[in-house]
């Protein structure tokens, strides 16, 4: 199976500040890569996929990109509503496998 | 809007079962192909199974195969998931997740979640 390697597992920034979140794949999933924010309490939320092609209604201060088998999640200024975990999830075959996560929080 | 309420989790002894069901609305739910995904207390996200949108294929976790079995109906739009011989690592948040499309293997939409706990 694929793996996805995600990190951070946790981050730290100030509102306004750049964030990003990387996933390595252990094989090429071409651009099958997606990313969702979990908030406790709430449905989780599908913010990007194909990459980065961005889900109608997220802000574009989201962003997605890949180089080769790494595939990055960027918040180009943090805000504090974007209190939560993010994961990456890799869909081109089954089994369908996410990464372990990243929190991030305001400092 | 898109609504997913998932129903049918609760305590239960190892080597019981549950059934599980998922309530759509907001969509042609015979269009979509729908998932369930479930997140282990602590634990990171993990896929469970998944149902095309005709029910004509169907896909499993290695950690659920043989044991969980997905369902639909799609005159009454709901999805299952019945749940056999569960263990001890079976308790989770169980997540009822619409399809982006009728097979892309992207979740557009997730409920809420009901809470199995799987404990003597």
């Known amino acids: 199976d694929i793996q996805m390697t995600q990190s951070p597992s946790s981050l730290s920034a100030s509102v306004g500040n750049r964030v990003t979140i990387t996933c390595r794949a252990s094989q090429d999933i071409s651009n099958s890569l997606a990313w969702y924010q979990l908030k406790p309490g709430k449905a989780p939320k599908l913010l990007i996929y194909a990459t980065s092609t961005l889900q109608s209604g997220v802000p574009s201060r989201f962003s997605g990109s890949r180089s080769g088998t790494d595939f990055t999640l960027t918040i180009s200024s943090l805000q504090p509503e974007d209190v939560a975990t993010y994961y990456c999830h890799k869909y081109n075959v089954v089994p369908l496998t996410f990464g372990g996560g990243t929190k991030v929080e305001i400092k | 809007q898109v609504q997913l309420v998932e129903s049918g989790g609760g305590v239960v002894q190892p080597g019981g079962s549950l059934r599980l069901s998922c309530a759509a609305s907001g969509f042609t739910f015979s269009s979509y192909g729908m998932h369930w995904v479930r997140q282990a207390p602590g634990k990171e996200l993990e896929w469970v199974s998944f149902?095309?949108?005709?029910?004509?294929?169907?896909n499993y976790a290695d950690s659920v195969k043989g044991r969980f079995t997905i369902s639909r109906d799609n005159s009454k739009n709901t999805l299952f998931l019945q749940m056999n011989s569960l263990r001890v690592e079976d308790t989770a948040v169980y997540y009822c997740?619409?399809?982006?499309?009728?097979?892309?293997?992207?979740?557009?939409?997730w409920g809420q979640g009901t809470l199995v706990t799987v404990s003597s």
């Open positions: 149902l095309r949108f005709d029910g004509s294929n169907k």
């Open positions: 997740a619409k399809d982006l499309d009728w097979q892309l293997l992207v979740f557009d939409y």
